[in-house]
């Protein structure tokens, strides 16, 4: 299936700030059953961009606009082809936690099984794992207590946009059993790694259509899991919607937490207030889309196109609903 995938971001602030440094993690990554075929960055004010990938193969854009500004618009375009991936099978047999033990222990995941910023234990998320029967490793093979945390926690939790912030511990949707895509796959992390199984937080998006009925929100960026299994390798949960990670789901980063993959982080120099806007549009296509007439003209733009106290430092994030 091909996408078509446009990223809308815009800083406003109630006066001049300057020296802004932005990282973008907005371009979709290849690999598996997801290709990349074009990405194109336009940044307003006019800045030089540079680009690189870490070492989880994510790739990250950043510039800096030191003259002063009153607004920041960061615009990313895509097209990504994803394919559906294999189907899984009901469960993986009387060894696979066995396996997955000798998986970890020939191979370095250590980043992906220890606690992170956000993705930790606490008193309040091993009550709930004991609450939902997810606190040892009893009864079910990896692949079933998957598939069962994922729905348990779709069932568990109502999703309501903007109940939780960019910063949030996961202890407050805990606590009021309601949050959005980022906490949902914070506690899935937590939980899973507690069990020692490899797990990471995946950002990206997700297609919505008439055939599907998401409670994750249309217009904005998602978040899922990724749990590694014997013989499977790296399997995607949505626990948000429910749902495995297949065809409509598009991969942009990955990461132990939400701290290592966020769409934009940046810091800037000015004492001033910050209204964010975010749009994000996803559509089937087979080709990229034409440029938004509603945008400045391209002289006014920096491309990047791939085949308080006055002076306080502000952090510049966007939280995935």
Known sequence: MFYAIRHFTRYRYSRPVWQSVMEVRMHPRSENSQRCFTFQLSVSPRARIFSHTDHLGNIIHHFDIPEQHEQLTIIADALVDVDSPAPLPDSLGEHSWKELDELIEREDYWDMLMPSHFAR??????????????????????????????????????????????????????????????????????????????????????????????????????????????GLGWIGFDPTNNLLAGERHIRTAIGRDYADVPPTKGIMKGRAKTDLQVRVRVSQSEAVLPPDQ????????????????EAELRAQQQQQQ
């Not at 009550?127 to 997810?134: D, L, Q, T, Y």
């Open 121 to 230: 234990t606490s008193p309040e998320l091993e009550a709930f794992g004991r609450e939902i029967g997810v606190s040892n490793r009893d009864g079910r093979d990896p692949l079933e207590l998957l598939r069962q945390l994922n729905s348990d926690l779709y069932r568990t939790f109502e999703y309501v946009k903007a109940s939780t912030s960019v910063d949030s511990p996961i202890e407050d949707a805990l606590t009021a059993r309601q949050g959005v895509c980022q906490d949902f796959a914070h506690i899935m992390i937590a939980l899973v790694r507690n069990l020692r199984i490899p797990s990471r937080y995946v950002s990206g998006y997700l297609h919505h259509d008439s055939e599907h009925v998401d409670r994750s929100a249309e217009g904005a960026t998602h978040a899922w899991v990724e749990a590694l299994l014997p």
């Open 294 to 309: 509603e945008f400045a003209a391209d002289e006014e733009w920096s491309q990047f196109l791939a085949t308080d106290h």
